[in-house]
T-cell receptor, first 114, second 113 residues
Framework: DGGITQSPKYLFRKEGQNVTLSCEQN?????MYWYRQDPGQGLRLIYY???????QKGDIAEGYSVSREKKESFPLTVTSAQKNPTAFYLC?????????????FGEGSWLTVV | KQEVTQIPAALSVPEGENLVLNCSFT??????LQWFRQDPGKGLTSLLL?????REQTSGRLNASLDKSSGRSTLYIAASQPGDSATYLC????????????FGKGTHLIIQP
């Protein structure tokens, strides 16, 4: 089935550690996104990528990094510089960034600092 | 800057009732508006996408309307069922921000059996 796969579903990070969240899509979409969702809050954009080997910062990029070496994959690294990383992380994709496209989401990854 | 507000924040109704969820936005210069459903601990599932030139979209028991000039959209759910219990979010694509999407905080809906 076509879709977006995020892994792991649950991840625990120790202080000072970098962790990487995986996002893979088989929808042949050019655009991919990472959002952060905190309880009672709307989604906030961390990074997005319109095409392979290109990505742009979103509204809350500090403490995060991404890569887009393949069209299907858009991993997110939460670095030790991110001081409050505990949140629900959502990966999404769309055909492109034009106005007519539906955006599709993965099932999300929970990150907790221990 | 675009702002999206969803009212009410939470709603509980008996099974079988028809209900309306509201979404308002501050900048009427939008490309489209999308309604999503989110189950607890899950990702978002797209329900309906309304282009700025459209007035409404329907899918099964769901009907979404858009009044761009007044900055409002409604999601109408007919004959509600317990399986409709979820959080419903609207997102406006208005070209501002890195991806042009601004999300509301959602309406948490509970359908009582």
């Amino acid at each position: 089935d076509g879709g977006i796969t995020q892994s792991p579903k649950y991840l625990f990070r120790k202080e000072g550690q970098n962790v990487t969240l995986s996002c893979e899509q088989n929808l042949n979409h050019d655009a991919m996104y990472w959002y952060r969702q905190d309880p009672g809050q709307g989604l906030r954009l961390i990074y997005y990528s319109q095409i392979v080997n290109d990505f742009q910062k979103g509204d809350i990029a500090e403490g995060y990094s991404v890569s887009r070496e393949k069209k299907e994959s858009f991993p997110l690294t939460v670095t030790s510089a991110q001081k409050n990383p505990t949140a629900f992380y959502l990966c999404a994709s769309s055909i492109g960034r034009n106005s007519e496209n539906t955006i599709y989401f993965g099932e999300g990854s929970w990150l907790t600092v221990v | 800057k675009q702002e999206v507000t969803q009212i009410p924040a939470a709603l509980s109704v008996p099974e079988g009732e028809n209900l309306v969820l509201n979404c308002s936005f501050t900048d009427s210069a939008i490309y489209n508006l999308q309604w999503f459903r989110q189950d607890p601990g899950k990702g978002l599932t797209s329900l309906l996408l309304i282009q700025s030139s459209q007035r409404e979209q329907t899918s099964g028991r769901l009907n979404a309307s858009l009044d761009k000039s007044s900055g409002r959209s409604t999601l109408y759910i007919a004959a509600s069922q317990p399986g409709d219990s979820a959080t419903y979010l609207c997102a406006v694509h208005s070209g501002g921000g890195a991806d042009g999407l601004t999300f509301g905080k959602g309406t948490h809906l509970i359908i009582q059996p």
